[in-house]
């Protein structure tokens, strides 16, 4: 089946014009496929790192969200041990108007203010509410630790 | 200006000859009456002298009585009554002391009337008597003391004896009485009656006496075969055999009252009326263009420099030599016969003039050109009526200063009856309310500042009586109809009605006024301005209006006759032209022959009654070079004919069987009248289905089973579940649309993209919030989350929820040099309401740089309409071509004005709205809005029946008549309100008519003469008639 105008558009757009710190290509075998890198927002626990992320397009796109995972094992509240996001765009407030480049400036967004009320990885958002501080903390060690380039 | 305005009504005209030849007379008759004779023993000399004036003689034959007395032939008789009645050479009676002997001696049949002369010798030895058919008016001239008689006996009989036949020569004499002018009494018996009596068959004492005065004069001269040297050539010399004149008076008694029976007029037809303005039209051209004082800031055209001219000299026709010496039409002109063995002295009138329709006699020349000061100026709307009529004001002003010396300005200035009252210096303007304002801003717009402009309306109105003599009064004062009215009323309102309408009581005692300042005031001039708006004179407001005081008058209309002669007479009624003004007059010598289907008489008695009054240009009259006097663009009225969309058709047609169901059972039982009411109900409803069934939703409620269901093709249908499926069952709320949005859309040159599917937007769609997306896209958008159970909302902003029926369908093209000078090409590709017709334009050429980029949008699913779609149509194509083309939609249906409102919302159009629930303030802003050139609305909605009017609306070239009224001239008067003076573009009118429905009938029945609407009276066989066949028609 062909891929539709609009996926090759954004593929083209997110080459010729990538948002600041992020980068999205899509595998030579599978255009639905995207490999992303988010840098690590500043004045973020997660400055300095680098995050990779895997992003798929399902068949129904741009009716349905894209499919996004963080492959970069990451200390933040809304993404699980397996990088799953919790991300309300990428579930019941998508709409076909968001594109690739808005989903990931959203998650680039939520490096940046992480929201442990409505938390993905409970055991990290317990932390988060109990001693953020400390949170932080442990949060800058992973990036050190995982997400350095 | 005319100080010689009120020469009093007395004999200084005879006694100095130099001004009987140069001064126009404006009183009808040589005035001489007892009251006058102890002026000046001069004068009492010579008209000594001159009466009794020779008039003729005859043959007739008397005969003898008791053979006492021989008499020879060549004897000298003289001529007496036998008993003289109550009324003699006394002097009339006053009103009522003698209505009991009259009414018995000439109406009833109980008592036989006296009309024995005798004939006596010198020494008053009776000799005989006269024959009855001669007695019988020569008993009356003597008893009103109008004339003389001397005899010579030419055959006396050989044998001598009662009965013999005498021949006598009967010479016959005018007595100065007869040359007196007729009292107010007599002279204005409508004035002072008619309106006032229910009946106005009713005679009254004085009208009987005016009869036998005018049957006695009239057969004298019939007699004596006076045959007149000169008659208006007009009139046309005058039928001998007028029946009403020379029958006797109890014959036209009769035929006057067979006349009040049939009391419906006859209405006047168009042709008709083109041959009454004819003649007015021609006038006017006699006098020299006239220019407007430097106070007056506007340039006049020629043609209103020639009614400023003509209006200017009929205000001082007095002070203004022999310009029109015409003799009036229904005066004759006769001269003296000499007597023999008389000497004529040479400064004796040699001529005389008779009126043979009020048995008046005069020494002057009665001229056409009446003491009236004023007029009917009746150019044909949009000629700038308005505006001749402030030229008039600059031109024509009374000083100010005079008030100072009341004395000096009083006597030139005021009229003889309101000699107590001071002039005011103000003209008054009386107009419609609609048309305050309008004439508020000509008047300050046409003045340097020199004048001062007031408006009496409303809550203003506390001022004391004498403001308008003072001398801070203003120059203009406008107020409206109702005003006059309410002020009259609460005047008046004490009074018993005789006196109410009885203008010489009124200004016999002008008590009454104080307490107004509108009526205290001595105008000037007074202006009425749609001066039709009195053309009935029994109603209270045309009372009113002839109760203003004022030497001048005008009336303004562009229609002074609108369905019958007598709407004219109210306006000379009112101008005071006599004796016009007198409803006797006019009754007897053209309501009556015309409705006698003595047409052309009439018509040529009216058309010189027109001729000095009237000023009349049509804008197709031609200048003396034969040039249109006033260039208007080209007018085009087009009729669209648009079909029905299936849903409306089914509830059109739901409705219309229903209603021809209804009808059919009425016309079988026979009750179509009684049920009109009902039946004209249908036919409305029918009719706001053509426009919106949107309009009928709510009314057709169901009041009894059998009228809720309405049988179909397919089973019964409930009429509301029609609606309900048109209607859809989202709510009504129209959101406003962003106009950054549409700006935005209107400016980007490039085609956009959809957001969601990155395509260019071939079918793209609005949301509410004004976010663009494919149609496809949204609508896959919202079945998804149909599908999850979700309600729709904008993918963009997430605002909803969103249906499919909030969707706004739009499409962008690039105009191209379109404009098509005069037609409208668009015309062409769009009748018959095909919504496509415009995406032919739809630009897929991204770089037509030379056009206008034009957004199209239209609701997807909008309750529209037909005729709502083919209104945007155009709207937004005139759009396209010239953003600053204004246009004017008429409806009749206020309902309807709503939802073009919404859907002028919808597509960002900025509009007005003028109808019937605005007051006076809103008009006003909302007319000056309109005019003024940056204000963003284009569009102007009016209901027909607001909006008919007056209105100056040339700031718009496009016209929508959404439905179309029972009469057309009310549509035209409504699109004359655009196209008319001022308008410096072409106007397209469009008239939207649905197919094959009840308005196409209503087109073919416009056609015709006898419209429904104006039958609704229902007191006419014939108009019944002419309805039922119109409605058989329309339920056909």
């Known amino acids: 089946m062909s891929l539709p105008k609009r996926i090759i558009?954004?593929?083209?757009?997110?080459?010729?014009?990538?948002?600041?710190?992020?980068?999205?290509?899509?595998?030579?075998?599978?255009?639905?496929?995207?490999?992303?890198?988010?840098?690590?927002?500043?004045?973020?626990?997660?400055?300095?790192?680098?995050?990779?992320?895997?992003?798929?397009?399902?068949?129904?796109?741009?009716?349905?969200?894209?499919?996004?995972?963080?492959?970069?094992?990451?200390?933040?509240?809304?993404?699980?041990?397996?990088?799953?996001?919790?991300?309300?765009?990428?579930?019941?407030?998508?709409?076909?108007?968001?594109?690739?480049?808005?989903?990931?400036?959203?998650?680039?967004?939520?490096?940046?203010?992480?929201?442990?009320?409505?938390?993905?990885?409970?055991?990290?958002?317990?932390?988060?509410?109990?001693?953020?501080?400390?949170?932080?903390?442990?949060?800058?060690?992973?990036?050190?630790?995982?997400?350095?380039a | 200006m005319a100080a010689a305005r009120c020469v009093p009504e007395h004999l200084t005209a005879i006694a100095d000859s130099s001004r009987k030849t140069g001064d126009p007379a404006h009183t009808q008759g040589l005035t001489l009456n007892a009251g006058s004779s102890s002026r000046g023993s001069n004068k009492r000399k010579i008209l000594d002298s001159f009466f009794p004036r020779y008039l003729g003689e005859i043959?007739?034959?008397?005969?003898?009585?008791?053979?006492?007395?021989?008499?020879?032939?060549?004897?000298?008789?003289?001529?007496?009554?036998?008993?003289?009645?109550?009324?003699?050479?006394?002097?009339?009676?006053?009103?009522?002391?003698?209505?009991?002997?009259?009414?018995?001696?000439?109406?009833?049949?109980?008592?036989?009337?006296?009309n024995v002369v005798r004939f006596t010798k010198q020494d008053g030895f009776e000799i005989g008597r006269l024959q009855v058919d001669t007695a019988r008016w020569v008993s009356k001239l003597m008893d009103y003391g109008l004339a003389e008689f001397q005899g010579t006996i030419i055959l006396a009989p050989t044998i001598w004896k009662t009965g013999a036949e005498i021949v006598l020569i009967m010479r016959c004499y005018l007595t100065a009485t007869a040359f007196a002018s007729l009292g107010p009494n007599q002279r204005l018996l409508s004035k002072t009656n008619s309106p006032s009596f229910v009946n106005e068959a009713l005679e009254t004492e004085d009208e009987l006496d005016l009869k036998h005065r005018k049957y006695a004069v009239n057969t004298m001269f019939r007699e004596l075969a006076l045959i007149p040297v000169a008659t208006n050539t007009t009139v046309g010399p005058r039928d001998q055999k007028i029946e009403i004149f020379t029958s006797t008076p109890e014959e036209s008694s009769i035929a006057l009252n067979d006349e009040n029976e049939a009391n419906e007029e006859a209405e006047v037809s168009d042709k008709e009326l083109d041959v009454l303005y004819e003649k007015a039209q021609r006038y006017g051209r006699d006098f020299a263009p006239m220019d407007p004082p430097e106070s007056m800031t506007y340039t006049l055209k020629p043609y209103q420099r020639e009614a400023l001219a003509w209006?200017?000299?009929?205000?001082?026709?007095?002070?203004?030599?022999?310009?029109?010496?015409?003799?009036?039409?229904?005066?004759?002109?006769?001269?003296?016969?000499?007597?023999?063995?008389?000497?004529?002295?040479?400064?004796?009138?040699?001529?005389?003039?008779?009126n043979p329709y009020s048995s008046e006699l005069s020494l002057k020349f009665p001229t056409s050109d009446q003491a009236c000061r004023g007029g009917i100026l009746a150019d044909e709307m949009g000629l700038g009526k308005t505006i001749?009529?402030?030229?008039?004001?600059?031109?024509?002003?009374?000083?100010?200063?005079?008030?100072?010396?009341?004395?000096?300005?009083?006597?030139?200035?005021?009229?003889?009856?309101?000699?107590?009252?001071?002039?005011?210096?103000?003209?008054?303007?009386?107009?419609?309310?609609?048309?305050?304002?309008?004439?508020?801003?000509?008047?300050?717009?046409?003045?340097?500042?020199?004048?001062?402009?007031?408006?009496?309306?409303?809550?203003?109105?506390?001022?004391?009586?004498?403001?308008?003599?003072?001398?801070?009064?203003?120059?203009?004062?406008?107020?409206?109809?109702?005003?006059?009215?309410?002020?009259?009323?609460?005047?008046?309102?004490?009074?018993?009605?005789?006196?109410?309408?009885?203008?010489?009581?009124?200004?016999?005692?002008?008590?009454?006024?104080?307490?107004?300042?509108?009526?205290?005031?001595?105008?000037?001039?007074?202006?009425?301005?749609?001066?039709?708006?009195?053309?009935?004179?029994?109603?209270?407001?045309?009372?009113?209006?002839?109760?203003?005081?004022?030497?001048r008058r005008w009336a303004v209309t562009g229609t002074p006759i609108q369905n019958k002669l007598e709407d004219l007479f109210s306006l000379v009624h009112f101008l005071q032209a006599e004796p016009w003004s007198n409803f006797s007059f006019w009754r007897t010598f053209i309501t009556i022959p015309f409705e006698s289907k003595n047409n052309d008489k009439a018509l040529k008695?009216?058309?010189?009654?027109?001729?000095?009054?009237?000023?009349?240009?049509?804008?197709?009259?031609?200048?003396?070079?034969?040039?249109?006097?006033?260039?208007?663009?080209?007018?085009?009225?087009?009729?669209?004919?648009?079909?029905?969309?299936?849903?409306?058709?089914?509830?059109?047609?739901?409705?219309?069987?229903?209603?021809?169901?209804?009808?059919?059972?009425?016309?079988?039982?026979?009750?179509?009248?009684?049920?009109?009411?009902?039946?004209?109900?249908?036919?409305?409803?029918?009719?706001?289905?053509?426009?919106?069934?949107?309009?009928?939703?709510?009314?057709?409620?169901?009041?009894?089973?059998?009228?809720?269901?309405?049988?179909?093709?397919?089973?019964?249908?409930?009429?509301?579940?029609?609606?309900?499926?048109?209607?859809?069952?989202?709510?009504?709320?129209?959101?406003?649309?962003?106009?950054?949005?549409?700006?935005?859309?209107?400016?980007?040159?490039?085609?956009?993209?959809?957001?969601?599917?990155?395509?260019?937007?071939?079918d793209g769609v609005l949301m509410p919030c004004m976010h663009a997306v494919c149609r496809s896209c949204v609508l896959d958008y919202l079945q998804l989350r149909d599908n999850k159970g979700e309600k729709g909302e904008c993918p963009i902003c997430r605002q909803g929820p969103?249906?499919?029926?909030?969707?706004?369908?739009?499409?962008?093209?690039?105009?191209?040099?379109?404009?098509?000078?005069?037609?409208?090409?668009?015309?062409?590709?769009?009748?018959?309401?095909?919504?496509?017709?415009?995406?032919?334009?739809?630009?897929?050429?991204?770089?037509?740089?030379?056009?206008?980029?034009?957004?199209?949008?239209?609701?997807?699913?909008?309750?529209?309409?037909?005729?709502?779609?083919?209104?945007?149509?155009?709207?937004?194509?005139?759009?396209?071509?010239?953003?600053?083309?204004?246009?004017?939609?008429?409806?009749?249906?206020?309902?309807?004005?709503?939802?073009?409102?919404?859907?002028?919302?919808?597509?960002?159009?900025?509009?007005?709205?003028?109808?019937?629930?605005?007051?006076?303030m809103n008009r006003e802003h909302t007319l000056t809005a309109f005019k003024t050139p940056d204000h963003p609305a284009t569009v102007m909605l009016i209901s027909l029946r607001a909006g008919g009017v007056g209105l100056n609306l040339t700031a718009a070239s496009r016209v929508y008549m959404l439905d179309p009224w029972w009469n057309y001239a009310i549509e035209a008067q409504a699109i004359d309100r655009v196209h008319r003076m001022g308008q410096t573009k072409p106007v397209l009118v469009k008239r939207f008519i649905i197919q094959n429905s009840v308005e196409e009938k209503i087109l073919s029945i416009q056609n015709r003469k006898n419209a429904l609407a104006s039958g609704l009276g229902m007191n006419k066989l014939e108009a019944q008639g002419a309805r039922m066949e119109e409605l058989q028609e329309i339920f056909s």
């Open chain 2, 802 to 920: 969103i249906t499919e029926a909030d969707l706004i369908e739009y499409s962008t093209m690039n105009v191209t040099e379109q404009k098509i000078p005069g037609t409208d090409a668009e015309c062409t590709n769009v009748v018959g309401g095909n919504v496509l017709g415009f995406e032919r334009t739809k630009s897929e050429d991204v770089d037509g740089k030379h056009g206008d980029r034009l957004v199209q949008v239209r609701r997807n699913n909008f309750k529209s309409s037909a005729k709502l779609d083919a209104l945007m149509r155009h709207l937004n194509h005139v759009r396209g071509v010239d953003p600053s083309t204004k246009s004017v939609v008429f409806s009749q249906f206020t309902g309807m004005l709503d939802l073009v409102e919404m859907i002028l919302e919808r597509d960002d159009f900025k509009f007005l709205r003028l109808d019937g629930t605005h007051s006076q």
């Open chain 2, 311 to 354: 209006m200017y000299h009929k205000e001082c026709a007095l002070s203004n030599g022999n310009q029109h010496q015409t003799l009036h039409p229904l005066w004759e002109e006769y001269e003296f016969k000499k007597e023999d063995g008389h000497e004529t002295k040479s400064d004796e009138p040699a001529k005389y003039y008779f």
């Open chain 1, 9 to 148: 558009k954004e593929t083209e757009r997110l080459l010729a014009d990538p948002a600041p710190g992020i980068s999205a290509t899509s595998h030579e075998d599978n255009l639905r496929y995207f490999d992303v890198i988010i840098a690590g927002p500043d004045q973020s626990p997660f400055e300095g790192g680098v995050f990779r992320l895997e992003l798929f397009l399902p068949e129904e796109y741009p009716m349905s969200p894209p499919k996004v995972r963080f492959l970069t094992k990451i200390y933040h509240p809304n993404i699980d041990k397996l990088g799953r996001i919790c991300l309300d765009i990428l579930k019941d407030k998508w709409s076909p108007a968001l594109q690739i480049r808005t989903v990931l400036l959203s998650i680039q967004a939520l490096l940046s203010c992480p929201n442990p009320d409505d938390p993905l990885a409970n055991d990290v958002a317990q932390h988060w509410k109990d001693n953020q501080d400390e949170a932080i903390e442990t949060a800058k060690e992973w990036t050190k630790q995982h997400a350095s």
């Open chain 2, 605 to 762: 008695v009216v058309t010189s009654v027109l001729e000095p009054l009237v000023l009349r240009r049509t804008k197709n009259t031609k200048d003396e070079n034969g040039n249109s006097i006033l260039i208007l663009p080209d007018r085009i009225i087009e009729i669209e004919y648009l079909p029905f969309s299936e849903p409306e058709n089914d509830i059109y047609q739901a409705l219309f069987k229903h209603g021809k169901t209804k009808f059919n059972h009425y016309c079988r039982a026979g009750t179509v009248l009684k049920n009109y009411a009902s039946i004209f109900q249908l036919l409305v409803r029918l009719r706001q289905v053509c426009d919106h069934p949107l309009l009928v939703v709510g009314k057709a409620k169901p009041t009894d089973s059998s009228e809720g269901t309405l049988a179909s093709k397919d089973g019964p249908i409930l009429l509301e579940e029609l609606m309900a499926k048109f209607s859809g069952d989202s709510d009504q709320t129209e959101p406003t649309f962003g106009a950054s949005v549409m700006q935005n859309l209107m400016s980007t040159s490039e085609t956009s993209e959809c957001p969601v599917c990155f395509e260019d937007m071939a």
């Open chain 2, 388 to 551: 001749e009529i402030l030229s008039l004001v600059h031109a024509n002003r009374m000083d100010k200063s005079s008030l100072d010396t009341p004395e000096a300005a009083f006597s030139r200035l005021t009229t003889c009856n309101s000699m107590q009252r001071r002039m005011s210096p103000t003209t008054l303007i009386v107009c419609p309310m609609s048309l305050l304002s309008q004439w508020r801003d000509e008047a300050i717009n046409s003045s340097d500042g020199s004048l001062k402009i007031e408006v009496y309306y409303g809550a203003s109105r506390d001022w004391s009586d004498e403001k308008l003599q003072q001398r801070d009064a203003p120059d203009i004062l406008i107020t409206s109809y109702g005003t006059v009215l309410s002020e009259y009323s609460s005047l008046k309102g004490g009074q018993d009605s005789k006196s109410l309408s009885s203008l010489d009581d009124i200004k016999s005692q002008n008590a009454w006024r104080r307490g107004s300042a509108l009526f205290n005031g001595n105008y000037v001039r007074v202006v009425l301005d749609e001066a039709h708006q009195i053309k009935s004179r029994m109603t209270k407001t045309a009372k009113a209006c002839y109760a203003l005081d004022s030497v």
């Open chain 2, 59 to 114: 043959t007739i034959i008397g005969y003898a009585l008791g053979g006492l007395a021989k008499v020879i032939a060549g004897e000298t008789v003289l001529f007496e009554r036998t008993r003289p009645s109550v009324r003699n050479q006394t002097g009339r009676k006053k009103k009522g002391s003698s209505s009991g002997s009259i009414m018995t001696g000439w109406g009833g049949k109980a008592l036989k009337e006296n």
